[in-house]
C-alpha cells in the first residue's frame, strides 16, 4: 500500500475543488485556479472537506500513480491557497537584475547584451534588490521551471562563484593555479 497515496488530503477554508467525470479536477481558491486531467482509472473522491484517492487493483502501474496523484492532488490545493515561491540571489560585480514593465525580466549577467526573459502567465516575479529575484505563483512546477530558466542564464562558477543560484544553493569553490 502506498504510504503517501492513502493519506486524505484536508481541504483549507477558501478552497473549492470540482471533479469531472474524466478525473478532470479544478481546483479554485484565493491565488488562482488550477487544472489538471488525472488518469481515468483513478478514484478521486472529494468528501466535505477532504480528497482521497484510491487505485482499482494493486498491478504495478497504479501503485506508481496512486502516490503520484495524490501528491499532485496536494500540490494543487497548496498552490491555489498559499502559493509557492523560488528565491534567486545574483552573484558577481555588475550583475544584476530589473523589470521591465510587469511582463520582461532583464538580467545583467556579464554578457554584452542585457538577457530579456518573457515572464510566463500565471506568474509574478519581484526583485526586492537588484541582486534578488523572487519568483511566485500558484503552480508549483511553473515556479519551478521558470526559476530553472532563468538559473540557467549564467550558472553560479565554481573559481569565483559569479552567477545566478537559488538562495540556499551552496556552489562549491575550487581552487585556482598555483605557482610552482
Known sequence: MSRVGNQSIKLPKGVEVKINKDN????????????????KNMTIKLNEDE?????????????ALHGTTRAL????????????SKSLEIKGVG?????????TLVLNVGYSNPVEMEIPEGLTIEVPKNTEI????????EVGEFAAQIRKVR???????K??????????????????
Request: proline share 5%.
Open 95 to 103: 550583475y544584476r537584475a530589473q523589470l521591465k514593465g510587469s511582463k
Open 163 to 180: 552567477g545566478i543560484r537559488y538562495k540556499d544553493e551552496y556552489v562549491r569553490r575550487k581552487e585556482g593555479k598555483t605557482a610552482a
Open 155 to 161: 550558472l553560479p562558477e565554481p573559481y569565483l562563484g
Open 73 to 84: 492532488l496536494n500540490n494543487m490545493v497548496i498552490g491555489v491557497s498559499e502559493g509557492y
Open 134 to 141: 523572487k519568483v511566485m505563483g500558484a503552480n508549483k512546477q
Open 24 to 39: 478532470i479536477v479544478e481546483v479554485k481558491g484565493p491565488k488562482g485556479e488550477l487544472s489538471f486531467g488525472f488518469d
Open 51 to 63: 480528497i482521497s484517492v484510491t487505485r482499482p487493483n494493486d498491478s504495478l502501474r497504479y501503485r
